[in-house]
């Protein structure tokens, strides 16, 4: 079946610590988007890619970094210079277009102390 | 700063009745607009996309959207238990690639 992949599920780190987050995909999509989401709000957009070996910075990347070597992966690197990365991560996937729908993963939930 | 707003909610409502959910956007050339559902510590899964003025209906679910007052709105018919989750209101631009998301509106759906 084709879908994202994300891990680990949960993921524990110590304050200072850089941590990577996975994403995988098999649906053959160009577009590849990390989001955050913190308890009771919206999605915010970390960074997306249109096309490998190319991404943009979205609303909130800082203390963030990503690479987009192969289509189907797009690593989300969170920084010690993230002043608060307790979240939920989720990637998702897109074809090109205007009236495309994102797809996501399952999400990597992080706990930093 | 393009916004989306929604109400928080929580909105409760009564199974078998209908559940209206509405969402506001902030930039005018928004183009196409989605409605997620999300359970609690789930991720976010597409239920209904619009693109046009009007209604556009999917089973017990109708989306409605109106450009020019730059609102869209999500009805669920007969309510069910397990429509309890937080909807998620998203616009994209025609100069956007990612989706812009409003902070979701919580349903509860009573027995």
């Known amino acids: 079946d084709g879908g994202i992949t994300q891990s680990p599920k949960y993921l524990f780190r110590k304050e200072g610590q850089n941590v990577t987050l996975s994403c995988e995909q098999n649906?053959?999509?160009?577009?590849m988007y990390w989001y955050r989401q913190d308890p009771g709000q919206g999605l915010r957009l970390i960074y997306y890619?249109?096309?490998?070996?190319?991404?943009q910075k979205g609303d909130i990347a800082e203390g963030y970094s990503v690479s987009r070597e192969k289509k189907e992966s797009f690593p989300l690197t969170v920084t010690s210079a993230q002043k608060n990365p307790t979240a939920f991560y989720l990637c998702?996937?897109?074809?090109?277009?205007?009236?495309?729908?994102?797809?996501f993963g399952n999400g990597t939930r992080l706990t930093v102390t | 700063q393009k916004e989306v707003e929604q109400n928080s909610g929580p909105l409760s409502v009564p199974e078998g009745a209908i559940a209206s959910l509405n969402c506001t956007y902030s930039?005018?050339?928004?183009?196409?607009f989605f409605w997620y559902r999300q359970y609690s510590g789930k991720s976010p899964e597409l239920i209904m996309s619009?693109?046009?003025?009007g209604d556009k209906e999917d089973g017990r679910f109708t989306a409605q959207l109106n450009k020019a007052s730059q609102y869209v709105s999500l009805l669920i018919r007969d309510s069910q238990p397990s429509d309890s989750a937080t909807y998620l209101c998203?616009?994209?631009?025609?100069?956007?690639?990612?989706?812009?998301f409003g902070k979701g509106t919580s349903l509860l759906v009573t027995p």
């Open positions: 998702a996937s897109s074809i090109q277009g205007l009236n495309s729908p994102l797809h």
């Open positions: 649906l053959n999509h160009d577009a």
């Open positions: 890619s249109q096309i490998v070996n190319d991404f």
């Open positions: 930039d005018r050339g928004s183009q196409s």
């Open positions: 619009i693109y046009s003025n």
């Open positions: 998203a616009v994209k631009s025609n100069s956007g690639y990612a989706l812009n």
